[in-house]
């Protein structure tokens, strides 16, 4: 068994963490600072705040965030060579807003010495609200009641919200407030240091942010009134630039006294009073970021004039109102429901929210794998959006996943650069990055990963077959798919056997699984590939049944010639895909089965990941997968494999996948209740559920694993939902698990919203709104009305023994060559590497 089948039913810490499925509660105050600051981040797509306190102290790692808002460095490599990345990106904090400083008889509120009587702190899923509500005994005996709010907006992308209110409960005392907006990237206080603090090239684990040595925000200009704060910038290197602005709105039934004041790097407003006991003090903050790759800060100043004036007119209130309202339509769209599983419903909704704060209002950028709650992995965007999220905003919000689409169309232009640069035709997207140039500075387990390419036109296609948006399809993804398809097809070469028959082979790329780099003929690249080609042939010639114009325009603009089309379609056809007969697997790539298997049960705890405890070439001899590679091609293209050749490559490739990437376990969960193994399937479920909440990566105090969360998603709906898509038919063979009562979920189909309600002996399907929708179920044709529609079912499908899975199934068998594939962990002193002197493998199995 695997580490990742080890995830106890519900691992969270219920003391710190109580149950409630529709917030995330925390009884005390944190111990893990960092972890605490992720979990309760508010953000909504543009904006992030990590959920730091509102007194700005203790903390492991503030942040606030703008999607895309970056610096650019130098990349330095040790042996340079052609083609290599040359620009690192990093997206960079922001000025804080969040602080609002509190003193009592000039004593301040920190968390981590106060007595306190009281305290919670949430994270309202449906409001959108951060609160925190604490009382306070002072040093001197006073009882304070302190209120919090934190909001970012998802209704006005550019705004964020806070409030803190003080009520004396017992005695009387002096009490000041100081409001302040804190550059953190360059700025050094009293009580801590900002992000800059180490040296460019001192990062040991790749998936953490880069920190500078320069200074990084400079400042352009510092403004304020009575009631107003505003500061600009501009980025050392990158060039953007950001405004920041703040409003206040103070209300006490004491008399009250305020001083505002801007610096360079610090603002700050603050409120006095006197307040005697049942007497209270409040202030309201609205704050508004602006940013841009290049607009004069004097521009983004009357921006951010122009959100503050809006709060001023419509008033705090009714912005909570909106908050409320846009969240409403989300979960009519999107909740998932699991009824009798509290634990794994309160997961689940935060998972669908942090999806929310990612991608809402990310508008035309792209979604981090952090999304806006952290600084992980350079804030770069990965296929990870394309595979992993955008289905979910597919299904669930249209608009949404064409904003992040757009994305990839704007990036076009630097594609076809990437492609020229890499000696290639069409474009070829970068592996990872935010303004479009390849920052990827190990190429082996990155830029080699041209993938990238087919997961995009993947998204692209699956996009358009589910929402029916032609209109996206002629102008953006017609060009994308065009592109893409011309680089697989200039990427390959045909190989001729003495009989004639011809192949196309894709060399010298890496799969999903960074644990095996620079490969010929990764069986998931050529699967998607293949269907890339199919794709971008079948857009062109329904471009041109539906719009000569259009067509007209493409074929000049990409200087298209129709010959391509029948080339695609010949590399699609001719596409080399591996498969060893002996065992009934398909090959990761053509000499994967040449490599001895890594034990896995045998290496301890303490040796994963791997990528941060062993050279890559250790890693690269062996048989061991960092992530799901074959599996998740068998999930995106099902329809191209029988059931037993899923089955047979689920079970030889799962007990040699390490699960150090977070991406593994939502993808293995949900091909392992397709082929039937469904107590594995419960576990990697939780794997993937819990990553977060219960840090089983120990990372997420750099930001929300978003990518993890849209997995979250589609294991439900996809794995035991068992709903499949393939060209424009959406099917379903569902896999409930034996201890779920019952799990249902909306989907939006050709703009008609249906609700999925899956029991043990039976799925039903209600229109929501919309036309009526055509499915299938097992086979059966079900039309989905205004009456609703119930299918019974005589199983939850097969049901497998998992004992198989807990070795890898190769081990001792023969290869073609003769020889006999053996398990080693490498490095250890008690299992040396010695001739095989048995000649019956199971002696050598049983050795090893």
Known sequence: MTRLRSVPADPVDRTQLPLDEWRLVESRPPQDLGLAETLFATANG?????????????????????????????????????????????????????????????????????????YERSLDFREGVLRRELIWRTPAGKRVRVSSTRMVSFAQRHLAMMTLTVEMLEGSAPIAISSQIINREDFRDDFGKGLADSPITDKADPRRTTDFTHRVLEPLQDWHSERRML???????????????????????????????????????????????????????????????????????????RTLDRVRENGFEAQFTEQREYLEDFWASSDVQLPGQPAVQQATRWCLYQLAQAAARSDQWGIPAKGVTGSGYEGHYFWDSEIYVVPFLTFTQPRWARNALRFRTNLLPKARERARELNQRGALFPWRTINGDEASAYYAAGTAQYHIDADVAYAFAQYVDVTGDLDFQHRDGVQVLVETARMWADLGFWRMTADGAASFHINGVTGPDEYTTVVNNNMFTNVMARFNLRRAARAVRELRAADEGAYETMRVELEFDEMELEQWE????????????????????????????????????????????????????????????????????????????????????????????SLSAVVQSIMAAEVGHQKAALDYFRAGLFVDLADLHHNTADGVHIASAGGVWNALVHGFGGMRHDDGQVSFDPRLPADWPELSYPLTVQGSRFRVRLVREEISFTLESGAEVEVTVRGERVIIDAGGVTVPLSDQGPLLDDSVLARPVGLGDERADGSIMTSHVPGDPEDPWEYPVASDPDDIIDES
């Open 231 to 305: 500061m600009g910038y501009r980025v050392a290197n990158s060039g953007m630039t950001m405004a920041v602005g703040a409003d206040h709105q103070v209300e006490s039934d004491a008399e009250v006294t305020q001083i505002v004041d801007t610096s360079a790097d610090l603002g700050r407003q603050v409120v006095r009073a006197h307040l005697e006991e049942g007497q209270s003090l409040s202030v309201r903050k609205a704050v508004a970021y602006h940013s841009s790759r290049s607009v004069p800060h004097r521009e983004l100043f009357d921006r951010c004039r």
């Open 46 to 118: 543009y904006m992030g705040m990590r959920g730091t306190p509102e007194e700005g102290r203790d903390a492991q790692i503030h942040g606030t965030f703008l999607n895309g808002f970056h610096e650019t460095w130098q990349i330095n490599h040790a042996e340079s060579a052609f083609g290599f990345a040359r620009t690192g990106q990093t997206m960079i904090s922001v000025p804080d807003s969040s602080v609002l400083k509190l003193y009592v008889d000039d004593e301040p509120l920190l968390l981590s010495i106060a007595d306190l009587e009281e």
């Open 570 to 661: 010949a590399c699609a056809e001719g596409m080399y895909v591996a498969k060893d007969e002996a065992l009934g697997i398909h090959l990761q790539e053509d000499r994967f089965l040449e490599r001895e298997i890594w034990d896995l049960s045998s290496t301890p705890d303490e040796a994963f990941p791997l990528l941060l405890n062993y050279h890559p070439l250790v890693i690269y001899r062996f048989q061991v997968l960092k992530q799901a590679d074959v599996v998740l091609a068998l999930f995106l293209r099902g329809s191209e494999f029988t059931a037993e050749e899923k089955r047979a490559d689920f079970e030889y490739y799962d007990p040699i996948t390490t699960g150090d990437s």
